[in-house]
């Protein structure tokens, strides 16, 4: 059985840290764990890897954020893979900092990665891990707050964070949505 996971961010090093990547950071782990690496390839960086008899897919779109359905709408058809075998990792400001909630489908909620990725796909049915980032942008603009960096204890958190993140992967890759969600919704 083969799976898509899709890590949401933006290319370039001024997004490296925030907000907004913590996507592709969680797939920048996964890698490391499993010692792989990503490689550019057409509209995203691409790498992948056996994990109990399942062929894992990780794509990293280098479309930028907002453009995303066009690298998770290639990448599908490219290798074969049905959207309920797709896994997109995004952040999320209506959870609190860490925590993790994974949905079979649901709508983009103003995020206009997901809403990308719905258009260009065909609807928003495809399980999503939704990554939350706090929304303490008080009076503030909601895109500078998830264009900004983590505070310096949030990201003496993010491993753990990201470790929990990584369970729940795999266990959509292994045991399915249902099962995982059970298991690890907050």
Known sequence: MKYLIVGMGNIGSEY????????????????????????????????????????????KPSTYMNLSGKAVNYWMKELKIPKENILVVVDDIALPFGNLRMRVKGSAAGHNGLKNIEMLTGGNNY????????????????????????????????????????????????????????????
């Open 16 to 59: 490296e840290l925030t907000r907004h990547n913590i996507g592709f950071l969680t797939l920048d782990r996964l890698a490391e764990k499993f010692n792989i690496l990503f490689k550019t390839d057409k509209l995203a960086f691409q790498a992948s890897f056996k994990h109990k008899s399942r062929s894992i897919h990780m794509i």
């Open 127 to 186: 399980p999503r891990l939704k990554f939350g980032v706090g929304d303490d942008f008080h009076s503030g603009r909601q895109v500078d707050y998830v264009l900004s960096n983590f505070t310096k204890d949030e990201f003496a958190e993010l491993p753990l964070k990201m470790d929990k993140a990584i369970e729940m992967i795999l266990g959509f890759c292994s045991i399915g949505i249902q099962r995982t969600m059970n298991q690890f919704n907050d």
